[in-house]
């Protein structure tokens, strides 16, 4: 039976997610959210790994968000333990400790664009169409879309985007900083594996130090956050990969980074 989520390694430390239900829009099933909640956590395990790429199986849909014709079959206390289990699944994706770029390969509807905005980066094709569409459907984004899109653009662009159900074409997307670069479709993929190449060249320990000082300085005043980037800073002062940076500095040459 094939996986409804494909996790192959691009190079030893670039591990490529592909949801793979491209007949049903890549929907977020109960059945792939496990299996993605089991490769995360196979990931968040991998010492080696430096970047994640996130994408979609198929030309047309990056992720539908919730799969609606399997909610439609559930009580309501099913469908409180399935739309818990979208928002930890989709934190689960945040909290990798290294890197991850959504290569939104199609439509990124509700849950769809909240697993994208949990990326880091988050590139699109040409192609792509976003937008958190739940008002529409007389719900409200419940996997974190009211929390990390106002932090990406700004909070009354959020209300508006929100309010309205609107879909956004890449372009328009690009214009407000959901998405940081758009491709042709036949070369997005590609783009996403050579900015983790780009990522996977530098000190993975300090790859992850930066992720963590990022995000946990934005949830805190300016203070404190100079304070956990100091802590971050201080963990990579004790690494060998710090000691090889120089090295390589001093000596004109490429470093080699082996996360130690």
């Known amino acids: 039976m094939t996986s409804l989520v494909d996790i192959r390694y691009e190079e030893k430390e670039i591990a490529l997610v592909t949801l793979n239900r491209p007949d049903a829009a890549n929907a977020l099933s109960t059945e792939l959210l496990h299996c993605l909640v089991e490769g995360l956590d196979e990931l968040k395990r991998d010492s080696n790994l430096r970047t994640v790429i996130i994408t979609g199986a198929g030309e047309k849909a990056f992720c539908a968000g919730a799969d609606l014709k399997e909610r439609a079959g559930m009580n309501d206390d099913k469908v409180k333990e399935t739309v818990k289990l979208i928002g930890d699944t989709i934190t689960a994706v945040e909290n990798l400790p290294v890197p991850v770029i959504a290569a939104i390969n199609g439509s990124a509807f509700g849950g769809g664009l909240e697993l994208a905005l949990a990326c880091d980066i988050r590139i699109a094709s040409e192609t792509a169409k976003v937008g958190l569409t739940e008002t529409s459907l007389g719900i409200i984004p419940g996997a974190g879309g009211t929390q990390r899109l106002p932090r990406i653009v700004g909070m009354p662009t959020a209300k508006e985007l929100i309010y309205t159900a609107r879909r ?6 690009h214009a407000l900083k959901i998405i940081s670069h758009v491709y ?40 404190t956050g100079l304070q956990i980037e100091n802590d971050c800073y201080q963990t990579t002062l004790k690494t060998l990969d710090r000691l090889e940076g120089l090295s390589a500095f001093k000596e004109k040459r490429k470093p080699v980074y082996r996360g130690q």
Do not use: F
């Open 184 to 223: 042709s479709p036949q070369h997005l993929l590609e783009e996403a594996k050579k900015m983790a190449k780009e990522i996977a060249l530098n000190a993975p320990l300090a790859l992850r130090a930066a992720k963590a000082a990022i995000n946990q300085g934005a949830e805190t005043d300016l203070k």
């Open 168 to 173: 956004l074409d890449a372009k328009t997307a």
